[in-house]
């Protein structure tokens, strides 16, 4: 952004036509290169020059100019003072940092011009104002340092809770970090713009980046800020190396927030390490294609996995369940300590409902406590801390004596800060006031001064009350009136009429048009009284509040503590929730990596669709044996079983209601079909036509694998489920909308980054892959990588094509098996089951479909006879799809799935004896080879 200084003539007026105030505003300006300036002129803000014209387009205000008459008018725009939160906040919005200048004395008490100062610069990232803020949001600023190693340090803090992260990253990681944090902006080092390790960072639209010059990255100084401001010789108390690039980073992160919030940070307690590897790794495109907390087309919240898991009812338990939820973990131990809670709350609803109302009431227990160690925290504030603190015993008493370690860890951390509450009560009233210039804030008989000047100033009150009333009567004149203003302070009035019966020690102090206005000595004295009395109560009360709120402030870290807890208990309450509401089942974790999923219902789609209505399904990969017994302490939650995990027709089906009992009987015999088959391999291959559910099915075991690594209960009847260390989810072409590259390229390009990345312990999901290029281009590369994965990673794999061609790769690859979704047919109607079942599809279903959509006979019978046409040119005798051998590395180079005869000139030349070539006449068969191939 330019500044004004720079502009041309047109908008930047000469020097001799400023007034004192436009000249501050030029300094103040120059002093927030970048910012936009919100200048407070009594009761407006004002912009000027190029800040109005910007800020008249993102604010719908009207653009004017001041000096109208003058030869270079200044562009000008504002709003009234107490507007300031809405447009602050649509400046934020719309990416703008945002300097606000305000008058720092009482205008009618300044003598010359007003002093103004910068109080706050507001950017994306270093809100803290709750008004601006999503409570149910984490906010973070991030900071970048490509370090000279190679490494990325990634540092990020979320300024409004304290929480203060960093890490190395290799620079391939660096996408899928930022689209996990999401921080809605990163500081870079300027003179990196170019650097390519920077590129994930510019792709992100979603954030402000915020250029630093290069000196705020030194490492050193960076290192040294850090050690200040926690007031340690050495990070390693924190378990970090001091060499990392992510220290820098950090240092660089902690430097600006200083310089933009001009208050305490005493709250950014603790620098945490993030280690990758204790959570399962789950890519941007994964990310975004599994919809985990956005949906892809919309971008929103709603309809997500997140917004269907949220059953939260504070905002510290919303950010921490979307936390959750981004970070699955790795360690069963960990998990198991998850799903324990959850399944004590699931088997307990009365004492999880309690704990809910208890939640509910509390406040946003994080925020405030960073408030009130910023200095920022208003008297409502901690009567907001003291309602909340005032709600933990009752909590405690109910997590005391549970079975779950996990609630029995979080009753031990609940710190009741019994003492910092009985303080703040005897200090402060039970409803506080939002601010402390009118008084109030103090309770009586707390504070003995106060107490007597409050009694004053009541006093001198009720005696100028009994004033009036004497002199009204004396003087007969049932009129008079006392008044105030802040000129001459206490005075009494009368009408202009009623003048002429005003005693000789009246003073007259004004005459106004229908009013006379006239002061005594008597009035005065009590009104030196009054006044004094209430200034000092008033100024006395602002004290004792301050020294308050610095003792709740040296608490920070216990009420952190007790806000962390909070925070955990709602999680866990509202996963066990979720679990009886939804008709969940617990989970059992394991090492093996499989996956067998029974009855899984999509987690979404269950919940959006009518009560029973979602066609539930199996998923059986990597193992031989059939399912392991139940244990004893497995759970499955028998809420609404019966509508809920029966299998039953499709919705499309469900309004067919002649052909309901049909399509009936077709399911059940399906399910006893299915549930003979013990083993299908590492690999799935999933065939059918479109609308079939075959990517509902896909993505299901992507989520219901992410929820139970979250420590979830899951929408199955029951689950073993194989630890994944990551998760890969790709969406073929036309599923997804692209970021601008060719869809074929992005999808390739992802698709080497799981080819590269697997391991044996992932779980790869993919759906259409290859749909973006020719048809053979397609089959071959679909082919190729399902037995690239299948040999060499052998990971578990789900496989959702349209390809017909692939079902021939189980008769090659023993770990694959083929599947398809039941279909059923009815006169001029199809109806998708949505049923899962072991086979190929039948491969005449597009035509099929056509048919029965009603496309003319003519076009039908001619697609039937182009069909068995293509099929008789790349089947071989037996009808098999002729695919080249994959042991033969010779023909690697010219795979394709359908053999070529090689060109003659090839032939030629492997005929060849050239040992019996004289050069010559090596010289003439070369020329002969060339023109042969001229023909
Ligand atoms: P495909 O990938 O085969 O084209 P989708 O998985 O996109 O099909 O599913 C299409 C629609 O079918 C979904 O939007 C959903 O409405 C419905 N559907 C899919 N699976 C099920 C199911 N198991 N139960 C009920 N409806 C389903
Ligand atoms: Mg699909």
Same mark, same amino acid.
């Given at each position: 952004?330019?500044?004004p200084?720079?502009?041309?003539?047109?908008?930047?007026?000469?020097?001799?036509?400023?007034?004192?105030?436009?000249e501050?505003?030029?300094?103040?300006?120059?002093?927030n +290169?970048?910012?936009i300036?919100?200048f407070?002129?009594?009761?407006?803000y004002?912009?000027?020059?190029?800040?109005?014209?910007?800020?008249?387009?993102?604010?719908g205000?009207?653009l004017?100019s001041?000096?109208?008459?003058?030869?270079?008018?200044?562009?000008?725009?504002?709003? +009234?003072?107490?507007?300031?939160e809405?447009y602050?906040?649509?400046?934020?919005v719309?990416?703008?940092?945002?300097?606000?200048?305000?008058?720092?004395?009482?205008?009618?008490?300044?003598?010359?011009m007003?002093?103004?100062e910068?109080?706050q610069?507001v950017?994306?990232?270093?809100?803290?104002?709750?008004?601006?803020?999503?409570?149910?949001?984490?906010?973070?600023?991030?900071?970048?340092?490509?370090?000279?190693s190679?490494?990325?340090g990634?540092?990020?803090?979320?300024?409004?809770?304290?929480r203060f992260?960093?890490?190395d990253?290799?620079?391939?990681?660096?996408?899928?970090?930022?689209?996990?944090?999401?921080?809605? *902006?990163?500081?870079y080092?300027?003179?990196?713009t170019? @650097?390519e390790?920077?590129?994930p960072?510019?792709?992100?639209? @979603?954030?402000?980046?915020?250029?630093?010059?290069?000196?705020?990255?030194?490492e050193?100084?960076?290192r040294?800020?850090?050690?200040?401001?926690?007031?340690?010789?050495?990070?390693?108390?924190?378990d970090?190396?001091?060499?990392?690039a992510?220290?820098?980073?950090?240092?660089?992160?902690?430097e600006?927030?200083?310089?933009?919030?001009?208050?305490s940070?005493?709250?950014?307690?603790?620098?945490?390490?993030?280690?990758?590897?204790?959570s399962?790794i789950?890519?941007e495109?994964?990310?975004?294609?599994?919809?985990?907390?956005?949906?892809?087309?919309?971008?929103?919240?709603?309809?997500s996995?997140?917004?269907?898991?949220?059953?939260?009812?504070?905002?510290?338990?919303?950010?921490?369940?979307?936390?959750?939820?981004?970070?699955?973990?790795?360690?069963?131990?960990a998990?198991?300590?998850?799903? @324990?809670?959850?399944?004590?709350?699931?088997?307990?609803?009365?004492?999880?409902?309690?704990?809910r109302?208890?939640?509910?009431?509390?406040?946003?227990?994080?925020?405030?406590?960073?408030?009130?160690?910023?200095?920022?925290?208003?008297?409502?504030?901690?009567?907001?801390?003291?309602?909340?603190?005032?709600l933990?015993?009752?909590?405690k008493?109910?997590?005391?004596?549970?079975?779950?370690?996990?609630?029995?860890?979080?009753?031990?951390d609940?710190?009741?800060?019994?003492?910092?509450?009985?303080?703040?009560?005897?200090?402060?009233?039970?409803?506080?006031?939002?601010l402390?210039?009118?008084?109030?804030?103090?309770?009586?008989?707390?504070?003995?001064?106060?107490?007597?000047?409050?009694?004053?100033?009541?006093?001198?009150?009720?005696?100028?009350?009994?004033?009036?009333?004497?002199?009204?009567?004396?003087?007969g004149?049932?009129?008079?009136?006392?008044?105030?203003?802040?000129?001459?302070g206490?005075?009494?009035?009368?009408?202009?009429?009623?003048?002429?019966?005003?005693?000789?020690?009246?003073?007259?102090?004004?005459?106004?048009k229908?009013?006379?206005r006239?002061?005594?000595?008597?009035?005065?004295?009590?009104?030196?009284?009054?006044?004094?009395?209430?200034?000092?109560?008033?100024?006395?009360?602002?004290?004792l509040?301050?020294?308050l709120?610095?003792?709740?402030?040296?608490?920070?870290?216990?009420?952190?503590?007790t806000?962390?807890?909070?925070?955990?208990?709602?999680?866990?309450?509202a996963l066990?929730t979720?679990?009886?509401?939804?008709?969940?089942?617990?989970?059992?974790?394991?090492?093996?990596?499989i996956?067998?999923?029974?009855?899984?219902?999509?987690?979404?789609?269950?919940?959006?669709?009518?009560?029973?209505s979602?066609?539930?399904?199996?998923?059986?990969?990597?193992?031989?044996?059939?399912?392991?017994?139940r244990?004893?302490?497995?759970?499955?939650?028998?809420?609404?079983?019966?509508?809920?995990?029966?299998?039953?027709?499709?919705?499309?089906?469900?309004?067919i209601?002649?052909?309901?009992?049909?399509?009936?009987?077709?399911?059940s015999?399906?399910?006893?079909?299915?549930?003979?088959?013990?083993?299908?391999? $590492?690999?799935?291959?999933?065939?059918?036509?479109?609308?079939?559910?075959?990517?509902?099915?896909?993505?299901q075991?992507?989520l219901?694998?992410?929820?139970?690594?979250?420590g979830?209960?899951?929408?199955?009847?029951?689950? $073993?489920?194989?630890?994944?260390?990551?998760?890969?989810?790709?969406?073929?072409?036309?599923?997804?909308?692209?970021?601008?590259?060719?869809?074929?390229?992005?999808?390739?390009?992802?698709?080497?980054?799981?080819?590269?990345?697997?391991?044996?312990r992932?779980?790869?999901?993919?759906?259409?892959i290859?749909?973006?290029?020719?048809?053979y281009?397609?089959?071959?590369?679909?082919?190729?990588?399902?037995?690239?994965?299948?040999?060499?990673?052998?990971?578990?794999?789900?496989?959702?094509?349209?390809?017909?061609?692939?079902?021939?790769?189980?008769?090659?690859l023993?770990?694959?098996?083929?599947?398809n979704?039941?279909?059923r047919?009815?006169?001029?109607?199809?109806?998708f089951?949505?049923?899962i079942?072991?086979?190929?599809?039948?491969?005449?279903y597009?035509?099929?479909?056509?048919k029965?959509?009603?496309?003319?006979?003519?076009v039908?019978?001619?697609?039937?006879?182009?069909?068995?046409q293509?099929?008789?040119?790349?089947?071989?005798?037996?009808?098999?799809v002729?695919?080249?051998?994959?042991?033969?590395?010779?023909?690697?180079?010219?795979?394709?799935?359908?053999? *070529?005869?090689?060109?003659?000139?090839?032939?030629?030349?492997?005929?060849?004896?050239?040992?019996?070539?004289?050069?010559?006449?090596a010289?003439?068969?070369?020329?002969?080879?060339?023109?042969s191939?001229?023909?």
């Amino acid at each position: 952004m330019s500044q004004p200084q720079e502009k041309s003539s047109a908008t930047n007026p000469t020097p001799r036509n400023l007034t004192p105030a436009m000249e501050r505003y030029l300094e103040v300006k120059r002093q927030n +290169p970048g910012s936009i300036l919100l200048f407070r002129m009594g009761d407006f803000y004002e912009l000027f020059f190029e800040d109005a014209v910007v800020s008249s387009k993102v604010l719908g205000l009207t653009l004017t100019s001041r000096d109208k008459g003058s030869p270079n008018p200044i562009p000008m725009a504002g709003f +009234p003072y107490h507007a300031l939160e809405g447009y602050l906040r649509k400046l934020i919005v719309a990416g703008h940092r945002v300097a606000v200048c305000e008058q720092m004395e009482d205008p009618k008490l300044a003598k010359g011009m007003i002093k103004r100062e910068v109080t706050q610069v507001v950017t994306p990232g270093t809100l803290t104002d709750e008004a601006l803020l999503d409570p149910r949001e984490s906010n973070f600023l991030a900071s970048i340092w490509p370090s000279r190693s190679g490494s990325v340090g990634l540092a990020w803090l979320e300024v409004s809770t304290g929480r203060f992260v960093t890490t190395d990253l290799e620079p391939a990681q660096l996408a899928d970090e930022l689209a996990r944090i999401r921080p809605s *902006e990163c500081l870079y080092p300027e003179h990196l713009t170019n @650097d390519e390790r920077l590129r994930p960072l510019f792709a992100r639209s @979603d954030l402000l980046a915020t250029s630093r010059a290069p000196w705020c990255w030194a490492e050193e100084s960076c290192r040294t800020a850090l050690l200040k401001h926690f007031g340690t010789t050495t990070l390693e108390g924190f378990d970090i190396d001091g060499n990392l690039a992510g220290v820098t980073a950090a240092g660089a992160l902690l430097e600006y927030v200083q310089e933009m919030q001009k208050s305490s940070l005493a709250h950014i307690s603790r620098l945490e390490l993030y280690r990758r590897g204790t959570s399962l790794i789950i890519d941007e495109a994964t990310r975004a294609s599994l919809e985990l907390t956005r949906t892809i087309r919309e971008g929103k919240r709603d309809n997500s996995l997140l917004s269907v898991l949220d059953e939260t009812v504070s905002p510290m338990g919303a950010r921490l369940l979307t936390d959750w939820l981004s970070n699955p973990l790795t360690n069963i131990g960990a998990i198991n300590r998850r799903l @324990d809670a959850v399944e004590e709350l699931t088997c307990d609803t009365m004492f999880c409902r309690d704990l809910r109302e208890i939640l509910a009431e509390t406040y946003d227990l994080q925020r405030l406590t960073a408030k009130i160690a910023t200095g920022r925290a208003s008297p409502r504030d901690l009567g907001s801390l003291t309602h909340s603190l005032a709600l933990l015993p009752k909590l405690k008493a109910k997590l005391a004596g549970r079975q779950s370690v996990l609630l029995q860890l979080l009753e031990a951390d609940l710190d009741l800060n019994a003492e910092i509450r009985s303080v703040i009560d005897a200090t402060l009233v039970d409803e506080p006031p939002l601010l402390t210039t009118e008084g109030g804030v103090i309770r009586p008989g707390f504070n003995a001064t106060l107490d007597e000047l409050r009694d004053l100033a009541r006093g001198g009150k009720e005696w100028i009350a009994r004033y009036q009333a004497k002199e009204s009567e004396r003087l007969g004149l049932p009129n008079l009136k006392v008044g105030f203003n802040k000129v001459f302070g206490y005075y009494l009035e009368v009408t202009a009429a009623q003048a002429a019966k005003i005693p000789p020690e009246y003073i007259r102090k004004q005459t106004l048009k229908n009013q006379e206005r006239f002061i005594t000595p008597e009035l005065k004295e009590y009104e030196d009284k009054v006044l004094r009395a209430e200034e000092r109560a008033i100024s006395l009360e602002q004290e004792l509040f301050a020294a308050l709120r610095a003792r709740v402030a040296a608490t920070t870290t216990r009420l952190k503590q007790t806000a962390d807890v909070l925070s955990e208990v709602d999680v866990l309450a509202a996963l066990a929730t979720l679990a009886v509401n939804q008709g969940y089942c617990r989970p059992e974790l394991t090492e093996e990596p499989i996956l067998d999923i029974r009855e899984g219902r999509h987690p979404v789609l269950d919940k959006l669709m009518p009560s029973g209505s979602f066609v539930p399904n199996d998923v059986r990969l990597g193992q031989r044996s059939p399912v392991a017994p139940r244990q004893e302490s497995r759970t499955s939650i028998d809420v609404q079983s019966s509508s809920g995990t029966q299998p039953k027709p499709g919705a499309h089906a469900a309004a067919i209601a002649p052909i309901e009992a049909e399509v009936a009987a077709a399911s059940s015999a399906i399910v006893s079909r299915s549930e003979t088959a013990t083993n299908s391999g $590492r690999v799935q291959l999933i065939t059918g036509p479109n609308m079939a559910g075959k990517s509902t099915y896909i993505r299901q075991a992507a989520l219901l694998t992410i929820m139970a690594q979250m420590g979830s209960f899951i929408p199955a009847s029951e689950a $073993r489920i194989g630890i994944a260390d990551r998760i890969f989810a790709r969406v073929g072409a036309s599923d997804e909308l692209s970021k601008g590259q060719s869809t074929f390229m992005v999808e390739m390009t992802e698709t080497a980054r799981i080819l590269n990345s697997a391991s044996d312990r992932s779980l790869v999901i993919l759906d259409e892959i290859g749909r973006g290029t020719s048809t053979y281009d397609g089959i071959s590369l679909a082919w190729a990588v399902t037995e690239f994965l299948h040999d060499q990673i052998r990971c578990r794999t789900l496989f959702a094509t349209h390809y017909h061609e692939l079902t021939e790769l189980t008769k090659t690859l023993p770990e694959t098996s083929n599947w398809n979704v039941a279909i059923r047919e009815h006169g001029d109607d199809i109806v998708f089951l949505h049923k899962i079942v072991e086979g190929p599809a039948d491969k005449s279903y597009g035509i099929h479909v056509a048919k029965i959509a009603g496309l003319p006979r003519d076009v039908i019978e001619r697609a039937q006879v182009i069909l068995a046409q293509l099929e008789s040119d790349h089947v071989d005798e037996s009808g098999k799809v002729k695919i080249p051998d994959r042991k033969t590395k010779s023909c690697d180079r010219q795979l394709s799935l359908f053999i *070529e005869p090689e060109h003659p000139v090839i032939e030629k030349l492997k005929s060849l004896d050239i040992e019996q070539l004289t050069p010559i006449a090596a010289l003439q068969k070369l020329n002969e080879l060339r023109e042969s191939l001229a023909k």
